[in-house]
Structure formats: C-alpha cells, structure tokens
C-alpha cells in the first residue's frame, strides 16, 4: 500500500488515602501534563479551577493538595485521577491532537491512489491515518506487490473495490467492509465500480 512509500511515512489511585502518598511525584507529574498541552500556569490554574499560587506550590512540592484539588486537577488536564498518578511510558506525551478539517488533509498523489493525510501535525505517531481515491481499475497498474512493515486497517467509505492480497483471493468490498491485515502481505486495491471507490487506510508503525 502507498504507506510504503518513503515519502509518505517520512511525512508522517482512585481514592483519596493514595493522593498524599503519592506527592513526591504529583509536582513533577502535573508540570510536564500542563506543558505537553503549551500551557502557562495561569491557564492551566483556570482549567483546574485553583489558585495560581496553589498549582504553583502543588507543581514545586510545597503544599499537599486535597483530594478535591487532585480530582480538579484530572479534570482541567482531561484525563482520570489514576492517570494523575501513573507516569508515561519512555517518553510518551499525553494529552497530544491535531484536527484536520474535512478537505484539509496533506495531498499526496500516486498513479493509482490520491492521499490525504490526517492528522499530518503529529509528529512521531504510532499510526498513520489517511483517506484514499482508489485510482486504479486494474491490478496490471500496479508495480507488483506492496510490502511493509506494521500492520494496516481499511475501511470502505464509498464506492466498490476489491481488495488483492497475496495469500487470499481477492475480496469485494463495499461501504462499510472493513479489512485488518498484516501490511508485509503483498497487496493492492482496486476500484471496481463506476466511480472511484474512497476508503479510510490506517497503517501501524514499528519502533
């Protein structure tokens, strides 16, 4: 699938008894989850609803906050009171989201398919979402088979395709079929009705 091409993937505690106990690294916790967003103290305080001083004591780990200032924490930073407690894996930010408009997506064109990327802001994801015109109408279009690493989600919006792969017949799709497969199987799709099929391709990322 197109995602193989390199131009495109380089484009590419719940109670209170716990809170106290885990102050140490409330502070620390709370300042990377309000700068992972770009905030300042002072939005961050008005989203929490708390003092300025307060988030600025809770952050430098001079006040113990309550339990109701921890849940008022979660919910200004979006997210559970057992996350507030749970530190990221490696260096994995939370809180991260790039809107693409409908029509807003990057533009990338091949032979066979018209690309849009989403969510092309994020940098460093773990999947690559896009939205694809399938061009093609017939397999002979295609440079043999498209191999690559991760694995890939295809969802039909519109229109006929059929979906070829290297180890299975080749399958009809139509609005609402869906297809999850391992992306190192050789495949490609093709439009097989009047108009040009439009589908949703997700494609997963290795580390």
């Known amino acids: 699938m197109p995602m193989s091409e390199p131009s495109l993937i380089n484009l590419a505690k719940s109670d209170g008894s716990s809170a106290e106990a885990e102050t140490l690294n409330l502070g620390e916790r709370v300042?990377?989850?309000?700068?992972?967003?770009?905030?300042?103290?002072?939005?961050?305080?008005?989203?929490?609803?708390?003092?300025?001083?307060?988030?600025?004591?809770?952050?430098?780990?001079?006040?113990s906050p309550t339990?109701?200032?921890?849940?008022?924490?979660?919910?200004?930073?979006?997210?559970?009171?057992?996350?507030?407690?749970?530190?990221?894996?490696?260096?994995?930010?939370?809180?991260?989201?790039?809107?693409?408009?409908?029509?807003?997506?990057k533009p990338h064109t091949t032979s066979t398919y018209e690309h849009e990327l989403l969510g092309a802001g994020l940098k460093s994801k773990q999947m690559i979402p896009y939205r694809t015109r399938i061009r093609a109408r017939s397999i002979e279009e295609f440079?043999?088979?498209?191999?690559?690493?991760?694995?890939e989600f295809l969802y039909v919006l519109s229109g006929i395709l059929t979906f070829y792969t290297e180890f299975y017949e080749p399958i009809e799709m139509r609005r609402g079929d869906s297809a999850y497969y391992d992306a190192a199987m050789g495949h490609?799709?093709?439009?097989?009705?009047?108009?040009?099929?439009?589908?949703?391709?997700?494609?997963?990322?290795?580390?």
């Open 143 to 151: 440079d043999g088979w498209v191999r690559h690493d991760g694995e």
């Open 67 to 105: 339990f109701d200032a921890v849940k008022k924490l979660a919910e200004g930073l979006n997210i559970s009171v057992p996350q507030l407690f749970t530190p990221p894996r490696g260096d994995q930010v939370l809180g991260r989201m790039d809107l693409t408009r409908d029509g807003q997506g």
């Open 31 to 63: 300042r990377a989850l309000r700068k992972a967003r770009n905030w300042t103290l002072e939005q961050a305080a008005q989203k929490a609803g708390l003092a300025r001083s307060t988030l600025s004591k809770i952050e430098n780990g001079q006040m």
């Open 188 to 207: 490609n799709v093709v439009s097989s009705g009047q108009e040009d099929a439009v589908i949703l391709w997700v494609t997963s990322l290795k580390d």
